[in-house]
């Protein structure tokens, strides 16, 4: 069989310090993102709304629109930046995300996404995906979000093949929680599951290691999750804690909440090795329980 990473890549997750000043965040990925590049990463990925403050009621002034493809610099900046950005660095750049507005600012029919782009080595766009699973929750005491107060889902899973590696997957945050959409990328043969994300300090202790393994042994693959730095100051405290978890579930490399770079080799044996030594790959029982992939039902 094919294997599924062709050859070892070294991924970098830049975990930034954003502010509320977009120029300023765009220059600074770029110093970041050539920083990454420098230690030899070839896909770089950047944090969830990596651009603005994150939270709901910025989300309207930071939008970008993004269509027609490519858009006007001044439709969308970051578009731009990022594209120039992966041209410059000979990268494949996963942008992160940024608030996406489809339709015109003073329109109150107009939506909006929250919406991750990938560039190639060229600057041309490979992939958009808008965050499928929007952010609502209600901790008591603790938080409370509700991005479908001001967003709209996308309605994809976020596949594509990066031709000197193989195939990769982007979801973005909330998105992790439903396996679902692991399963499903990986069993269409991505070799990693890149999550640009932005966990709080609640949900962040609790979950954001434990949904990475999760997704790497549940489908033994690589599994990237990069939060922006932590700032007291801002209104939203982010996890931090960027990491890459290998096929068989252990943290090859995790920050603590500052700004930093996690990079790492990928080794293009390892999912392998992980699926012959426990070849649940081959023991799957779609005779008892249906292949979600391939759009099987249940039938009671
Ligand atoms: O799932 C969580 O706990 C956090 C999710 C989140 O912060 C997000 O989707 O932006």
């Given amino acids: 069989m094919a294997k599924l990473l062709k050859q070892s890549?070294?991924?970098?997750?830049?975990?930034?310090?954003?502010?509320?000043?977009?120029?300023?965040?765009?220059?600074h990925a770029r110093k970041k993102v050539l920083e990454a590049s420098?230690?030899?990463?070839?896909?770089?990925?950047?944090?969830?709304?990596?651009?603005?403050?994150?939270?709901?009621?910025?989300?309207?002034?930071?939008a970008e629109t993004l269509l027609p493809s490519p858009p006007s610099e001044s439709q969308?900046?970051?578009?731009?930046?990022?594209?120039n950005l992966a041209k410059e660095a000979q990268i494949y750049l996963v942008?992160?995300?940024?608030?996406?507005?489809?339709?015109?600012?003073?329109?109150?029919?107009?939506?909006?996404?929250?919406?991750?782009?990938?560039?190639?080595?060229?600057?041309?766009l490979l992939a958009t995906h808008r965050k499928v699973h929007l952010f609502d929750i209600d901790i008591p005491g603790k938080i409370k979000f509700r991005e479908s107060d001001v967003l709209s889902p996308g309605n994809k899973i976020t596949v594509l093949d990066l031709p000197e590696y193989g195939k990769i997957a982007i979801a973005i945050c909330y998105d992790i929680r439903f396996p679902e959409l692991a399963m499903i990328a990986a069993r269409k043969g991505a070799f990693l599951l890149l999550y640009p994300g932005a966990f709080n300090l609640t949900t962040?202790?609790?979950?954001?290691?434990?949904q990475a393994r999760a997704r790497a042994v549940d489908n033994q693959v690589y599994v990237g999750l990069c939060s922006p730095a932590r700032d007291m100051e801002a209104e939203y405290h982010a996890w931090g804690h960027s990491m890459v978890v290998d096929p068989n579930a252990a943290v090859l490399e995790q920050l603590d909440e500052k700004e930093g770079i996690v990079c790492v080799d990928l080794s293009g044996d390892k999912i392998?090795?992980?699926?012959?030594?426990?070849?649940?790959?081959?023991?799957?029982?779609?005779?008892v329980y249906p292949d979600v992939s391939e759009g099987g039902k249940f039938e009671e």
Wanted: charged content about 25%.
């Fill in 9 to 27: 890549v070294k991924l970098a997750l830049v975990q930034l310090a954003s502010t509320a000043d977009k120029p300023h965040n765009l220059s």
């Fill in 38 to 62: 420098r230690l030899g990463a070839k896909i770089v990925v950047l944090p969830e709304c990596f651009n603005s403050p994150y939270g709901t009621k910025y989300f309207p002034t930071y």
């Fill in 76 to 83: 969308s900046p970051t578009f731009h930046a990022l594209s």
């Fill in 95 to 124: 942008g992160g995300s940024i608030p996406e507005r489809v339709g015109e600012p003073d329109d109150e029919s107009a939506k909006l996404y929250n919406t991750s782009l990938t560039f190639g080595p060229d600057g041309g």
């Fill in 204 to 210: 962040g202790e609790l979950h954001w290691e434990l």
């Fill in 272 to 287: 392998e090795e992980t699926r012959k030594g426990i070849p649940i790959y081959t023991q799957r029982r779609f005779d």
